[in-house]
């Protein structure tokens, strides 16, 4: 059974830091692009950030560049999104997935309020 099971969400103060993760099973991992999407209150869902296979190469939406990193450890089976200097707008539930998307886990919630 594949499965995608992210973590790591929770309540931040603006300018606050978070760490997600994503742990994943029933498929050959190291063998995906993996993703991370959210999707805010009264919006649609938007591709966040995207790593590759071997983890060394990232791209971002505009919005968060210079404050999110993706990374990857394939011996985990684990994708991250290290999240620094929280804004306001980056509440939102937080998915992980393959690129393309395949299979969607519960999400974690990330809620940046002071």
């Known amino acids: 059974q594949v499965t995608l099971v992210e973590s790591g969400g929770g309540l931040v103060q603006p300018g606050g830091s978070l760490r997600l993760s994503c742990a994943a099973s029933?498929?050959?991992?190291?063998?995906?692009?993996m993703t991370w999407h959210r999707q805010a209150p009264g919006k649609e869902r938007e591709l966040v950030a995207r790593i590759n296979r071997a983890g060394d190469s990232t791209n971002y939406v505009d919005s968060v560049k210079g404050r999110f990193t993706m990374s990857r450890d394939n011996a985990k089976n684990t994708v991250y999104l290290q999240m620094n200097t929280l804004k306001p707008e980056d509440t939102a539930v937080y998915y992980c997935?393959?690129?393309?998307?395949?299979?969607w886990g519960k999400g974690t919630q990330v809620t940046v309020s002071s």
């Open positions: 997935n393959a690129d393309p998307p395949w299979i």
């Open positions: 029933g498929f050959t991992f190291r063998y995906y692009t």
